[in-house]
């Protein structure tokens, strides 16, 4: 049973413009809320967070938004660069710690 | 500051082979440990996570095994491979219940 989703597999952006990534968790216990970026063959890097007592997360370009009544969170990339472009994980944590199913992004020069 | 080391970076079995992978933590104590695994154009799964030395607990049931014998150390087995357990392997560490993971570079297991 999948707790974090994302339900967009990929998305593509032209450069300058906003990127705007979705994830849906189930959990209400959840209560901290990450975006990781990754590359092939890599590890996933922590991107930025944010906790469940707060809605909004800004760090420089990237801004997570939290919706606790609809289980959702976002991430908003402006203006998006080319070097944006890999793979974005959404994941939600108590003990465990989930994450969804990516989202492929490709910014567009 | 803290690193986390994860070995061996590609490894090719053959069925029914048994297989262990290490990830170790430096720099830090009493770190909460995960393992995932992420198949072929699929996401993140999580396999097990521990919060202390001898405590595992397993989100999926299949043919791996956890084992975390010192505070640092955490261990993927298995007794033996199937064709369906090929993926890329990563091991993670955290500090805190509030904070975030940070990854080893993964191993990526091939089972011919």
């Known amino acids: 049973d999948q707790q974090v989703k994302q339900n967009s597999p990929s998305l593509s952006v032209q450069e300058g413009r906003i990127s705007i990534l979705n994830c849906d968790y189930t959990?209400?216990?959840?209560?901290?809320f990450l975006w990781y970026k990754k590359y092939p063959a890599e590890g996933p890097t922590f991107l930025i967070s944010?906790?469940?007592?707060?809605d909004k997360n800004e760090d420089g370009r990237f801004t997570v938004f939290l919706n606790k009544s609809a289980k959702h969170l976002s991430l908003h990339i402006v203006p998006s660069q080319p070097g944006d472009s890999a793979v974005y994980f959404c994941?939600?944590?108590?003990?465990?710690?989930?994450f969804g199913t990516g989202t492929s992004l490709t910014v567009i020069p | 500051s803290q690193t986390i080391h994860q070995w061996p970076a590609t490894l090719v079995q053959p069925v029914g082979s048994p297989l262990s992978l290490e990830c170790t933590v430096e720099?830090?104590?009493?770190?909460?440990l995960y393992w995932y695994r992420q198949a072929a154009g699929r996401g993140l799964q999580l396999l097990f996570y521990?919060?202390?030395?001898?405590?595992i607990s397993s989100e999926v049931p299949q043919n791996l095994s956890a084992s975390r014998p010192q505070d640092r150390q955490f261990i993927l087995s298995s007794k033996k491979l199937l064709l369906s357990d090929s993926g890329f392997y990563l091991c993670?560490?955290?500090?805190?219940?509030?904070?975030?993971?940070?990854f080893g570079q993964g191993t990526r297991l091939t089972v011919v």
């Open positions: 993670a560490w955290r500090k805190r219940r509030l904070g975030e993971a940070f």
């Open positions: 959990n209400s216990m959840f209560d901290y």
């Open positions: 944010i906790s469940s007592i707060k």
């Open positions: 994941a939600a944590t108590g003990n465990q710690f989930y």
């Open positions: 720099g830090t104590s009493n770190p909460n």
């Open positions: 521990s919060v202390g030395i001898g405590q």
